[in-house]
């Protein structure tokens, strides 16, 4: 079995915790990870009247995983959509090399009493061992256990919606600047638009037209347990993680850039949790319409501020890439 330590850290959802780990494992610094902090896709409703808290609207993990063999020297290959017939064969080839990655609805994961088979919720831990025959698992899933959880094979793996397979990519080295601002830049940047304004806008004007029907709030009156608030939840965290980020590249290169970056991501951490909150109010109480115009006009305020984020990140890339030396020491 791989010998590895489930470890939660603060701010960090249950894929971060797996990533979290995968580094250590590999001896990797896991704050790289953070440069997918302003990641944020919003799935829109498709009528004006249909329910706001109905599917995982907000998803802040990143659409794809080069950086993390660019910034923390991880290789991943990644199975999905898997064909079940195939699992049994890939757990035996990949945990010889090393943690494998889950994709499963916490419905099925017996040690998480909260959500066992009683509460839908996309769900990542590693898996260290898979042996068909003796009808086991051993999870590693510091999100919810601090240590090692045995479970049953034939409980869980069928219900597996993707794997991803870890290796040791080049051996661990600091990653520069330039490389950091360029992940970041990936994440959020296509065909030099800011798609993470547009999905903000979005949600803004769906927040601004929504009522919360007496059939929603029956359907969702466990609100706390709705996917809808819990990846609300990680816009928070995720914007707070980047913060986190940008602070430690601040003692390690010197830019003034780099503190008013991680300023500008805590500043707006503090809004998206205004934001949850006044939705939750209006859930709740009867001003829901003064609730939400204040979280649509908040909504308008982040875009434009994480615009402003975003165009000093590509300023800071295109700095570092005339100074090239910048990724291999400090200022």
Do not use: W
């Given at each position: 079995m791989i010998e590895l330590r489930p470890r939660h850290t603060h701010l960090h959802g249950c894929y971060d915790d797996m990533i979290g780990c995968v580094a250590e494992y590999y001896g990797s610094n896991a704050i790289y990870s953070y440069v997918t902090g302003l990641c944020f896709n919003y799935t829109r409703k498709a009528v004006v009247e249909a329910p706001l808290l109905d599917v995982y609207r907000i998803?802040?993990?990143?659409?794809?995983?080069?950086?993390?063999?660019?910034?923390?020297?991880?290789d991943v290959q990644v199975y999905y959509p898997i064909r079940k017939n195939d699992i049994d064969l890939l757990l035996k080839k990949n945990l010889a090399c090393g943690p494998v990655g889950v994709n499963v609805d916490a419905y099925y994961c017996s040690w998480n009493t909260e959500y066992y088979q009683r509460?839908?919720?996309?769900?990542?831990?590693?898996?260290?061992?898979?042996?068909?025959?003796?009808?086991i698992i051993a999870c590693a899933d510091g999100y919810i256990f601090p240590e090692i959880k045995e479970a049953s094979y034939q409980s869980l793996i069928p219900h597996i919606n993707a794997l991803l397979c870890f290796r040791q990519g080049r051996e661990a080295t600091e990653p520069g600047l330039h490389t950091i601002c360029n992940n970041v830049k990936k994440e959020i940047v296509v065909n030099e638009q800011y798609t993470i304004c547009h999905q903000i806008e979005m949600f803004a004007n769906d927040i601004l037209n929504h009522h919360f029907s007496e059939k929603e709030k029956f359907l969702f009156k466990d609100l706390m347990h709705s996917q809808f608030i819990f990846s609300s939840a990680m816009v928070h965290d995720s914007?707070?993680?980047?913060?986190?980020?940008?602070?430690?590249?601040?003692?390690r290169f010197g830019y003034s850039e780099l503190q008013e970056i991680c300023k500008a991501a805590s500043a707006s951490a503090k809004k998206w949790k205004v934001v949850f909150n006044l939705i939750i109010k209006a859930f709740y109480s009867c001003a829901e319409k003064t609730a939400l115009d204040s979280a649509h006009t908040t909504l308008l305020e982040i875009a434009d501020e994480e615009c402003g984020i975003i165009d000093a990140v590509i300023a800071l890339q295109e700095k570092t890439r005339s100074i090239g030396s910048v990724d291999t020491i400090g200022f």
């Open positions: 998803v802040c993990l990143p659409k794809g995983l080069r950086y993390l063999t660019d910034c923390l020297n991880i509460y839908r919720m996309p769900h990542y831990f590693l898996l260290t061992q898979a042996d068909k025959q003796r009808d914007r707070m993680r980047f913060s986190l980020l940008f602070a430690y590249l601040y003692e």
